[in-house]
């Protein structure tokens, strides 16, 4: 969805129509990423959105030439495969989240203070 290819028209009503299409596939990835997580009674995060969407969108690439009620049979049959878009459980840390100090590429002017 971060392709940037989306968005190629100059004019603003092809435009705003280009983005309701991002806004309603995004919605749509969501929606069925969190029914996916429901059915396999696992948190959606662990659900990867990236193949997630690249399954959608493969899914309602033949939509065009499709009837009308096969896209709920298509969303189903997906639906089904939830499994294979599931992550593996998080590791847990073994050490404190820090923030690491910058690295210098320049040498430190050290004040007199910091002499003695």
Not at 21 to 48: I, W
Not at 74 to 102: D, G, I, N, S, T
Request: charged share 25%; glycine share 6%.
């Amino acid at each position: 969805m971060q392709g940037g290819e989306l968005l190629r028209s100059k004019l603003p009503e092809l435009v705003r129509q280009g983005l309701w299409g991002t806004l309603l596939a995004y919605n749509l990835t969501r929606q069925e990423r969190r029914l996916m997580a429901e059915d396999l009674k696992a948190p959606p995060q662990r659900s990867s959105f990236q193949w997630l969407a690249i399954a959608i969108a493969g899914t309602l690439r033949d939509y065009p030439t499709q009837t009308p009620g096969t896209i709920l049979q298509r969303l189903m049959e997906l639906r089904a495969q939830a499994r294979h878009f599931m992550l593996p459980p998080r590791r847990e840390r073994h050490y404190p989240r820090v923030v690491k100090p910058r690295s210098d590429t320049y040498p430190r002017k050290k004040n007199a203070s910091q002499l003695n």
